[in-house]
T-cell receptor
Framework: SQQGEEDPQALSIQEGENATMNCSYK?????LQWYRQNSGRGLVHLIL?????REKHSGRLRVTLDTSKKSSSLLITASRAADTASYFC????????FGTGTSLTVIP | NAGVTQTPKFQVLKTGQSMTLQCAQD?????MYWYRQDPGMGLRLIYY???????DKGEVPNGYNVSRLNKREFSLRLESAAPSQTSVYFC????????????FGPGTRLTVT
């Protein structure tokens, strides 16, 4: 069974708006990572947050982690058309699991 | 650096045929992985190799075999392809262990008719 589940499955916003996507997981983890996948391409690593961290920033990305709720969120601020892609969370514990992804469309 | 390369990019097989998907990385990573990606399912781990000479099953290993030929190369073999194996296959590599970020190849789109 899938360890990570993203919500929403699809998100459509206007350029300049913020995009928030959420990830829930089931078991204890060492860290949680977020990846981006452009259509027809492989995944690209965005950011990693360790289990003892609560928040992390990288450029326009902000990730939060709540281990008590087994959930994480990815915020992309001031979105651009180039941010259009699918976003996946991945949890690392005994195994490495990817979620089902959120498809983000940023409308110019 | 090429990163992670995969061959072929596309392949069509008939049911029962066999083939090997090739993967190579030039980042001197110890760990390598094979995933399949199906619509609405995300990525699922087929096999991984924590280091040269070792391989372990992932979430969906049935119908597949792997070979860690050397530190650079990790191949995935379908002995008798089935339509259920129609998917996009990704190879990835990372520093030792699952706690590190993974670097992905461009994928192989496989159709089994």
């Amino acid at each position: 069974s899938q360890q990570g589940e993203e919500d929403p499955q699809a998100l459509s916003i206007q350029e300049g708006e913020n995009a928030t996507m959420n990830c829930s997981y089931k078991t204890s983890i060492n860290n949680l990572q977020w990846y981006r996948q452009n259509s027809g391409r492989g995944l690209v690593h965005l950011i990693l947050i360790r289990s003892n961290e609560r928040e992390k920033h990288s450029g326009r990305l902000r990730v939060t982690l709540d281990t008590s709720k087994k959930s994480s969120s990815l915020l992309i601020t001031a979105s651009r058309a180039a941010d259009t892609a699918s976003y996946f969370c991945a949890t690392s514990g005994n195994q490495f699991y990817f979620g089902t992804g959120t498809s983000l469309t940023v409308i110019p | 650096n090429a990163g992670v390369t995969q061959t072929p990019k596309f392949q069509v097989l008939k049911t029962g045929q066999s083939m090997t998907l090739q993967c190579a990385q030039d980042m001197n990573h110890n760990s390598m992985y094979w995933y399949r990606q199906d619509p609405g399912m995300g990525l699922r781990l087929i096999y991984y190799s924590a280091s040269e000479g070792t391989t372990d099953k992932g979430e969906v290993p049935n119908g597949y075999n792997v070979s860690r030929l050397n530190k650079r190369e990790f191949s995935l073999r379908l002995e008798s392809a089935a339509p259920s194996q129609t998917s996009v296959y990704f190879c990835a590599s990372s520093e030792t262990g699952r706690i590190y970020e993974q670097y992905f190849g461009p994928g192989t789109r496989l159709t089994v008719t």
